[in-house]
């Protein structure tokens, strides 16, 4: 192979790799802009759905995916003996503490767990959290509809009826194959003690950097091309001389 050949074929690899990368920059901007799009429609629903009135949760369930977030009022018995404290959450201050979960049932018999708000962690990992009194008996809450499978997963506590027991580590945050595929966030009650301290927020409705990360991608890729192009220029002007 001479050395003209063997400059072509390195020019020709130069060219594939700069197409190559091209592509990937391409793709990169497809995906970011992609993940911009979705997460705007997202929260444009969180935004739409959480700002509608109150309306039965009997009605909203036929659809339960698009009246995710939307206020909703039932009436049914809490289970303090079903209870479960989500790790890992903090309050608005950085105060570590725990979301806790109470399960619910409804006059026509739906099971379903409700986010009753954060609690404060206890001293240390042996002492338990002090937990708000939820009455017992036929209440009305009031809260927003949330998928099942936006309820946290991985390791937690659950709470055993005796205060004396401590805490007891389970396996899955969903046990009990009877609960529904849905959960609420407690905004109010019937009763005062029904108003959580700390409810579970709405989430931050930003758009975040996707967009600018998309153009970022696209501008990688003009930088490929305008780099391949000078040196591509070079390599000429070289020839001529």
């Given at each position: 192979?001479?050395?003209?050949?063997?400059?072509?074929?390195?020019?020709?690899?130069?060219?594939l790799?700069a197409?190559?990368?091209?592509?990937?920059?391409?793709?990169?901007?497809?995906?970011q802009?992609?993940?911009?799009?979705?997460?705007?429609?997202?929260?444009?629903?969180?935004e739409?759905n959480s700002?509608?009135?109150?309306?039965?949760?009997?009605?909203?369930?036929?659809?339960?995916?698009?009246?995710?977030?939307?206020?909703a009022?039932?009436?049914?018995?809490?289970?303090?003996?079903?209870?479960?404290?989500?790790?890992?959450?903090?309050?608005e201050?950085?105060?570590?503490g725990?979301?806790?979960?109470?399960?619910?049932t409804?006059?026509?018999?739906?099971?379903?767990?409700?986010?009753?708000?954060?609690?404060?962690?206890?001293?240390d990992?042996?002492?338990?959290?002090?937990?708000?009194?939820?009455p017992?008996?036929?209440v009305?809450?009031?809260?927003?509809?949330?998928?099942?499978?936006?309820?946290?997963q991985?390791?937690?506590?659950?709470?055993?009826?005796?205060?004396?027991?401590?805490?007891?580590?389970?396996?899955?945050?969903?046990?009990?194959?009877?609960?529904?595929?849905?959960?609420?966030?407690?905004?109010?009650?019937?009763?005062?003690?029904?108003?959580?301290?700390?409810?579970?927020?709405l989430?931050?409705?930003?758009?975040?950097?996707?967009?600018a990360?998309?153009?970022?991608?696209?501008?990688?890729?003009?930088?490929?091309?305008?780099?391949?192009?000078?040196?591509?220029?070079?390599?000429?002007?070289?020839?001529?001389l």
């Amino acid at each position: 192979m001479n050395s003209k050949t063997t400059k072509e074929s390195y020019s020709l690899l130069k060219s594939l790799i700069a197409l190559a990368l091209i592509a990937l920059c391409l793709w990169a901007a497809q995906w970011q802009y992609d993940r911009g799009v979705a997460r705007h429609a997202r929260n444009a629903m969180i935004e739409s759905n959480s700002s509608r009135p109150v309306a039965n949760l009997s009605s909203l369930l036929s659809a339960v995916d698009s009246h995710e977030w939307k206020p909703a009022t039932t009436t049914g018995t809490f289970d303090t003996s079903s209870q479960i404290l989500l790790r890992n959450h903090y309050s608005e201050d950085g105060v570590y503490g725990f979301e806790l979960l109470t399960r619910f049932t409804t006059t026509d018999g739906k099971s379903f767990w409700v986010d009753c708000g954060w609690v404060k962690a206890g001293e240390d990992a042996t002492t338990r959290p002090e937990l708000p009194d939820i009455p017992a008996g036929e209440v009305t809450i009031t809260g927003r509809l949330r998928l099942d499978s936006s309820l946290p997963q991985g390791s937690f506590f659950a709470i055993p009826a005796s205060k004396s027991d401590g805490l007891v580590s389970k396996a899955n945050a969903q046990s009990g194959s009877s609960t529904e595929n849905f959960y609420l966030d407690l905004l109010n009650g019937s009763q005062p003690s029904l108003t959580p301290a700390v409810p579970a927020p709405l989430p931050a409705l930003s758009d975040g950097p996707h967009m600018a990360y998309a153009l970022q991608w696209v501008f990688f890729g003009g930088l490929i091309v305008y780099g391949r192009y000078l040196i591509r220029r070079d390599v000429l002007s070289s020839k001529e001389l």
